[in-house]
């Protein structure tokens, strides 16, 4: 904690469509009041749809802008065009091998130019591996093995990189243990390390995929018995909704010991749960901050994750607070080092990933950036501050 240095960096997801050359949307992210940048990669500098030489005269006019304005891009992100696919848990191994040289080894070789780091949300999995555990076992024994791969070749250029945590079962690791036991797999397999990028609004689907209950299975008996369709309570996998139609044709004396048989049969399904708990962001702060190389910041109220910015006005209901934030961060480096996990990180990019919808104006939405940094600057005041001296400032 007292040496990883803190960095506050504005995504340029803001700029797509709207600001799409460095030299548009470096000189107007310094006049916001950043000094750090995250790229992403949706805004035109995806390899899979850039050509080669539009990407290496993009990396010379970041470097030339970087210069001229005294900016630092720190990372890449994806964006939607990658977060739509199956990805590197895609069952075809060419589709996988397509997208690690197609995309990752070109962006690990210009992020290695710049001196960046790179997030990514790239994989998930279909219906028909999460609906059998041993087809999940072998999907995820399969893209543990394609981000070692790549996290051992980026390591040798000096990039780390990020997978970022979610909040839905078909999209690995959304759960704190998972994301624990995720980054000690690819590293055990390797020898090289994956971060996390915890979101702070990538806890609000947490609650909507917990354990059931006894109550919850009785509920959802009782409402079958009313011939109503059962809405807004999960139990996992399709075979377990089979299993509580059959029990609603059955005599309600047998409920009870039914309950106990389907929450012993969903032990095997135990990916598609989540504990309560795991909807609070601090929680995950607390417990792999000091393993998020890059934090992706957005205010939330907990219930939506809009990625809202920290105005006045949002921060009323938000429950992302600046100095929350940072002692849960520095709780999670003084926690005992975890068995088999990588080397706790040397530093932390805060990326503001605040969108500017298509309907809104741009005047209020650089507005809504302004405000945003100037908020954090009261916890952060300059980056590369160490997380011990940001708590300090806090005091």
Sequence with gaps: MNSTRLYLACDNCFAIKRWIKPSQWIPLIKEIGFSSIEASTDNEMDPLF?????????????LEQEQEHSMKVRSFFTGYQTYRTTGLAHPDQRVRQKIKDGWFIPLINHAKTLQADIGFSFHALQEEVLQDPEKYEAATRMFVKEYAELASIAAK????????????????????DGTFEFLAAVYAEGGAPLYTTIDTGHMTGQRKFTWPDRERILKALEILRRGERLRGLWFGPLAAYEKLKEQAEK??????????????????????????????????????????????MQQTDGISASHAPFTPETNVKGIINGKQLLESLAESFTKPERKGMPPKADKIILAFEIFISNVQYPYDGIENLKETVNYWKQFVPRDGMTLAEALENCR
């Design 50 to 62: 850039s050509t080669d030489a539009y990407m290496s005269d993009w990396v010379k006019e970041v």
């Design 157 to 176: 250029s000096g990039v780390k990189l990020c997978s970022e945590q979610m909040y839905a079962p078909y999209q690995p690791s959304w759960t704190v």
């Design 251 to 296: 005599p309600s004396a047998g409920d009870d010991a039914f309950a106990a048989e389907l929450i012993r049969f969903l032990k095997a399904y135990h990916y598609m749960f989540a504990p309560a708990e795991d909807s609070d962001p601090y929680k995950w702060l607390k417990n792999l901050g000091a393993y998020s190389s890059i934090i992706h």
